[in-house]
Every structure is written in structure tokens, then in C-alpha cells.
């Protein structure tokens, strides 16, 4: 058993799909089915500051994405938005028999998309938290903040460093940056930390929580998730247009929106996506979709663990319209 915040307690166990194992939390049978998916180099128990209200209205399912937390890692050809789709749809027809409300963030938002899209017998409300849709693609990936960290996976695979992939990240992703002047300091004294903590997750504890919480699924994430990402191998197979119009039940897609210039817009001086989707991303995805409510939240990308109150009200929401 893991113990979330408030002591809420989630049974963890282990499920075979095409002989991958993947890690499955399990909440008490308090209602229908819910299934949480975290996003990319995360793990299911950064969901814990939505969990002491989610578990006592619903069967709370919490699955690691395979490349992640205690899932198995894949083949690097095997990381496609189709593929580990198939592997998850396959997780969820195993744990529960009825459609689940569904709710993905990040990159687990793009894969919630697809099981929806390929798989609508699974599901009866989709919940998309920030999912970087039409933007993470290729060759627009490459000029947005999660492209940083495709580029770095990318890298370290190819070069195959000795360090860990969370220290490799730590030299090469400028991290800090939001910092301004401190972000060097910061830089070297998380390195100094993480070298006298091997194999743990960066703790910072002069820091808001948010940042540990980056960093606590980045030790056991396979950098060949994001590298699929950046050479544009995750999208073969899948276009987010198409998907978008092929779901069939009530959806609503939260849009973050915590970084605009004095012109109102996503993007830094040098074009670069300083959020999951600008506002045209957004209003492009809500258009798409059959039946599709927008909910805009000034605040930063992590929404379930910075504003769980606006989350689990967004969650409410939906699971009225699927009622």
C-alpha cells in the first residue's frame, strides 16, 4: 500500500499487458471507475493532492505509463502515441468492466486522447489536463518548454553518459532559468545534491513544492519516452485532428495559460512556447470536439497539484455532464 496526502491509502499492484508489466494504484470502490494518467518523466502519486477528494466519490485507478514509475520500460520503437495507447487501453479493460471517466495530464492528456479516440467503449467522460496538443509535434516541438526535455532524453540516449538521466538533465536543461541571476547557484547546488543522493529524487526544500514534484518521477523515467518525441517517432500513426473528431463523449480540456508578454501572448523573445498551448491551440481543440467545455486557469501546467480545488471542480463538472 502507498500512503497519499491525508493518509489516503492506494493499493499498488502489478498487471501483465503483452507481457509488459505495468503499475497500477487502486483506490476503494467508493463509486464508478476513474482513471488517472500522469504526464511525461511524473508517476501517479503526483495525483496525491486530489486524491482525499477523489477516492470517496469514485473508484480512483492510477496507472504509471509504461517508461515511467514502476512500469516496465519499453523497446524505443515501441514508444508511439499508438502504441503505449494500446498498452493502457488493454490495462483498463483488465481493472474494470465499466467505461471510466478518463483523465490524462501533459503528455498523459495526448494519450487520453487516444484511447478515447480509438477505443470510445472504455470511456464515458474525458478529461484533458493541459495537453500539449498540435503543439508538441514535430517540427514545432522543437520550439517549446517540453521540447527542452525531449531534446535532452534524446541526446542521452544517443550519447549514453555514465551520470543519471536526472543529473544530465540538471547540466544541460537550464532548469532554474525562472530564477533569474540564481538560477547558476541553483543549477550547482542541486548538482552538489544529487551527486550525495544518488538514485533519489532532487529535494530542494527553500523552493515551492511544484519543483520537487518535477523531479521525483525523473529517476525511474526511460529518456526513450521523450526521445520518441523528438524524432518524431510518438506521432507516427496518429493525428491529434482526426482524434480530436472521433471522440464521442463529453470532454473537458483544461487550458493553462501562467505565461504571457506585455502582448498577451504564450511565446518568449526568441518563439519559443512558453506554455502546453497558446491560445489558438486551445481554441482549435475545443472546436474539434463534439461536445467539449473550456476551462482556462491562470496558473502553472501541474494544475492537479498547484490548483487541486480547480481540478477536482473541472473533474466534477464533467462527471455531471456524464451523468
Known amino acids: 500500500m502507498s500512503r497519499g496526502a491525508r493518509g489516503v491509502l492506494m493499493g499498488e499492484r502489478h498487471i501483465t499487458v503483452d507481457e509488459y508489466t505495468l503499475n497500477v ?9 476513474l482513471v488517472l494518467l500522469h504526464g511525461q518523466a511524473a508517476r501517479w502519486q503526483d495525483h496525491r493532492r486530489v486524491l482525499p477528494d477523489l477516492v470517496v466519490r469514485y473508484r480512483v485507478i492510477a496507472i504509471d505509463v509504461p517508461g515511467h514509475g514502476g512500469s516496465d520500460n519499453l523497446p524505443a520503437d515501441e514508444y508511439t502515441c499508438v502504441g503505449v495507447a494500446a498498452l493502457l487501453a488493454a490495462a483498463i ?15 498523459g492528456g495526448v494519450l487520453a486522447l487516444a484511447i478515447a479516440a480509438a477505443y470510445p467503449h472504455l470511456v464515458r467522460g ?20 517540453g521540447g527542452v526535455l525531449h531534446r535532452i532524453a534524446e541526446a542521452y540516449v544517443r550519447e549514453q553518459p555514465e551520470a543519471e538521466f536526472q543529473r544530465y538533465y540538471l547540466e544541460h536543461a537550464d532548469y532554474f532559468s ?11 547546488w542541486a548538482l552538489r545534491w544529487v ?9 530542494i526544500w527553500f523552493l515551492p513544492r511544484a519543483v520537487d514534484v ?3 518521477g525523473m529517476v525511474e523515467y526511460d529518456p526513450a ?68 467545455e473550456l476551462v482556462t486557469i491562470s496558473g502553472g501546467h501541474l494544475v492537479h497539484f498547484e490548483r487541486p480545488r480547480d481540478y477536482v471542480a473541472a473533474l466534477e463538472g464533467l462527471a455531471k455532464r456524464c451523468r
Do not use: C
Open 25 to 33: 494504484a487502486e483506490g476503494p470502490d467508493n463509486g464508478p471507475p
Open 93 to 107: 479493460e483488465q481493472v474494470t468492466d465499466d467505461p471510466v471517466l478518463l483523465a490524462g495530464h501533459s503528455s
Open 126 to 145: 474525458l478529461l484533458l489536463e493541459d495537453p500539449p496538443l498540435f503543439s508538441s509535434a514535430m517540427p514545432r516541438g522543437d520550439s517549446t518548454t
Open 178 to 188: 525562472f530564477f533569474g541571476k540564481a538560477a547558476a547557484r541553483l543549477t550547482r
Open 195 to 203: 551527486d550525495r543522493h544518488p538514485g533519489r529524487p532532487l529535494r
Open 214 to 216: 518535477w523531479f521525483e
Open 225 to 292: 519516452f521523450g526521445r520518441a518525441w523528438q524524432v518524431g517517432a510518438w506521432y507516427d500513426g496518429f493525428d491529434t485532428e482526426a482524434a480530436l473528431r472521433a471522440v464521442s463523449v463529453p470532454t473537458t480540456l483544461i487550458h493553462t495559460r501562467w505565461w504571457y508578454d506585455k502582448n498577451g501572448t504564450s511565446y518568449d523573445a526568441d518563439g519559443v512556447l512558453k506554455a502546453a498551448m497558446d491560445v489558438d491551440d486551445a481554441s482549435r481543440a475545443i472546436s474539434s470536439l463534439p461536445d467539449a
